[in-house]
């Protein structure tokens, strides 16, 4: 009775995986909408583009031609975000003043990677069949594998892993010149997540430093194992297995839920059932539970509205590089992030309370979970 009451009053629900909490405000959705809607998503693609910078034989921006790739095709960010080689930056005031504690900077190095996923221009993970998906899977294994930590925990096990050749790599030293800390593998897809390509594929930035949202996780993770002798998302997902009512999708080895905590309207989190700390802790059968689980989740995305539904993806795993006790901590998770609300155009914006306070929501994530269960079946667009 008491998960009754929530369906239909504003309530706050706590993010054990941030620390943080979300306004839930149900009735809300059945205010009318006068506002922004977005353009509907292109429906029919061409399978090869002349003038698209990914597609295969074609010339990028910095005048680089793509080889005829087969499978997925990784090159170097044309416009990184972070730089490999730069001048050094050291702090110039440690001396306890107003400026060493108010103005702090550090400098940050890496490199960022694009992975795209077909040589197919119209081709999305939705689309894709689960042995293409499992390559993608060993293309991202593969680059995080030749960026860990030789002293990680994860080292050996990573070093005893045989992928197949499934990914073509341009001209780029496999194995970093220095030890970085992070990897954020994710995906932005559609126009209303800043997506300038449609060709589907992801990106890899490598970075010197440990971002925001994987430092929060990653506290979390830690001071659950240390008070509770557990894993967080394992016990996380043990729960959410036996209630089903945020259940999107389950296999053997992967939940799909939309969590108890989400803040966008059909948020989903992909979550190891057992403790798995990154993707070099699975095994053959793991990847492709993986990848159905992958599958799932985007095809009924874009059935919902019947439309290229738009989010952004992103793993969540264990750092290059980092203490016994933060690689310990970590649990293999994938995010996903999309904004559509109502419709195919009607999308929910971050705005006013939700930057001043703190994040709200209209459906419940119960409510979101019934619909995407529903949306299940082949791709409508292959009816």
């Avoid at 077909?118 to 042995?131: C, I, K, R």
């Avoid at 994860?154 to 220095?178: D, F, K, N």
């Avoid at 599958?295 to 059935?303: G, H, I, L, M």
Wanted: net charge negative; aromatic share 10%.
């Amino acid at each position: 009775m008491s998960g009754e009451v929530l369906d239909d009053i504003s309530h706050r629900r706590y993010n054990p995986l941030k620390g943080s909490w979300v306004l839930v405000s149900p009735h809300r959705n059945k205010r009318p909408w006068q506002g922004q809607q977005e353009a509907a998503a292109e429906k029919s693609l061409p399978s090869y583009d002349p003038g698209c910078y990914l597609c295969p034989g074609n010339t990028r921006a910095q005048g680089d031609i793509n080889p005829t790739y087969d499978g997925t095709f990784t090159f170097v960010n044309d416009y990184s975000a972070v730089k490999e080689d730069q001048e050094e930056y050291v702090m110039p005031d440690r001396d306890g003043s107003i400026t060493s504690r108010l103005l702090r900077a550090e400098a940050v190095t890496g490199k960022c990677y694009v992975i795209t996923f077909s040589p197919s221009h119209n081709l999305t993970l939705a689309d894709l069949g689960l042995l293409e998906i499992v390559h993608i899977i060993e293309t991202w294994t593969q680059f995080y594998t030749d960026h860990l930590s030789p002293l990680s925990p994860l080292a050996q096990i990573a070093a005893s892993i045989i992928l197949p050749p499934t990914h073509y790599r341009s001209g780029e030293q496999p194995h970093p010149m220095v030890q970085y800390r992070h990897m954020q593998i994710f995906e932005n897809k559609g126009a209303a997540m800043g997506c300038s390509n449609p060709h589907p594929h992801g990106q890899v930035w490598i970075t010197s430093s440990l971002p925001e949202e994987l430092s929060q996780e990653l506290e979390q993770l830690k001071n659950y194992h240390q008070e509770q002798g557990a894993h967080l998302l394992e016990d996380y997902a043990r729960l959410e297995s036996e209630k089903k009512e945020r259940v999107v999708f389950e296999n053997t080895a992967f939940l799909a839920v939309c969590p108890w905590w989400a803040i966008w309207p059909f948020e989903v989190m992909i979550v190891a059932k057992e403790h798995k700390r990154a993707l070099v802790d699975l095994d053959d059968e793991g990847r492709l539970s993986l990848a159905e689980a992958m599958s799932e989740v985007t095809r009924r995305y874009d059935n919902l509205f019947e439309t290229h539904f738009p989010y952004s993806m992103g793993i969540h795993q264990a750092p290059l590089e980092g203490t016994d006790a933060e690689i310990e901590s970590s649990h293999l998770h994938i995010h996903f992030y999309p904004p559509l609300l109502r419709s195919a155009t009607v999308r929910k914006f971050l705005v006013g309370y939700e930057m001043l306070a703190e994040p709200q929501r209209d459906i419940t994530p119960e409510q979101a979970a019934v619909r995407l269960r529903s949306s299940g079946g082949p791709l409508y667009r292959n009816k």
